[in-house]
């Protein structure tokens, strides 16, 4: 199955906020430089600068396309939610302050992404954090921080 464009910004978008470092500047500088018609082929360039960010986003992309194929060949992928209610053994809570520490929660993020991103489009939405002085913190504060409009405002 063929990547579309709103999956690879969609991995690539996981991949920033998996970065545990800002990009060094090199790459930041390179980030900041797409233009408004930047294409997959500048988002895969990209990636391929930082070798912690290529394989976050190759996992993250990996990811996408067999959970596509999942539920393109029907299968159930939603949890069992009445297992869930009835799990009283798990302690798990729901705390956004503690989402950093879920970074590799792939489902988490997804969600977390699809919620605030798709509404508007993935091109837009990255294009902002491309053009942020830290894309790595501005995909954090982005995506796993909640304002009405889904960005950080200072």
Request: proline share 5%.
């Amino acid at each position: 199955m063929k990547d579309t464009q709103n999956e690879i910004f969609k991995a690539f978008i996981i991949a920033l906020v998996q970065q545990t470092e800002p990009l060094p500047a090199a790459v930041q500088s390179e980030c900041n430089k797409i233009g408004e018609a930047f294409t997959i082929i500048d988002i895969a360039r990209l990636a391929e600068l930082h070798p912690p960010l290529l394989a976050a986003y190759e996992e993250a992309d990996t990811w996408l396309v067999n959970h596509s194929n999942e539920r393109s060949k029907g299968l159930d992928v939603l949890p069992d939610a009445e297992s869930e209610i009835n799990n009283t053994t798990n302690i798990e809570t729901d705390n956004s302050a503690s989402d950093i520490s879920d970074l590799t929660n792939l489902p988490r993020i997804i969600k977390k992404i699809e919620e605030k991103i798709e509404p508007r489009g993935f091109g837009g939405f990255l294009r902002k954090i491309l053009q942020a002085g830290d894309s790595v913190q501005a995909s954090r504060d982005t995506i796993l921080l909640s304002s009405p409009d889904g960005f950080v405002h200072e």
